[in-house]
């Protein structure tokens, strides 16, 4: 099993940058693909990035590839997703996922393990 916790949201002006971490407990956590998605009010959650096991594999939303850059540090047990160019359409909630299926299955149904959250507003 295992246990998510994000951290690093807040509210930042457009144009500006944000590191999202995710800290993850379990002896198991290097086994598997990690995503980030977010989800806005009134609008599916979706996701935003996604890494395998060894980070090196990553697949990018097109709304975001070239402007977020998701990494992980499987002997610290983290997940970081680098944001960048910040538009106010990023706001939302950012969640860390954990789940066994490649990084191609961008499906939510796919991750089994779930953070809390955490708030991202982009002002104008």
């Known amino acids: 099993q295992v246990q998510l916790v994000e951290s690093g949201g807040g509210l930042v002006q457009a144009g500006g940058s944000l590191r999202l971490s995710c800290a993850a407990s379990g002896r198991t956590f290097r086994s598997y693909t990690m995503g980030w998605f977010r989800q806005a009010p009134g609008k599916e959650r979706e996701i935003v990035a996604s890494i395998s096991w060894s980070g090196g594999s990553t697949y990018y939303a097109l709304s975001v590839k070239g402007r977020f850059t998701i990494s992980r540090d499987n002997a610290k047990n983290m997940v970081y997703l680098q944001m960048n160019s910040l538009k106010p359409d990023d706001t939302a909630v950012y969640y860390c996922?954990?789940?066994?299926?490649?990084?191609?299955?961008?499906?939510?149904?796919?991750?089994?393990?779930w953070g809390q959250g955490t708030q991202v507003t982009v002002s104008s």
């Open positions: 996922a954990a789940g066994t299926a490649g990084v191609g299955w961008t499906s939510s149904s796919n991750y089994n393990y």
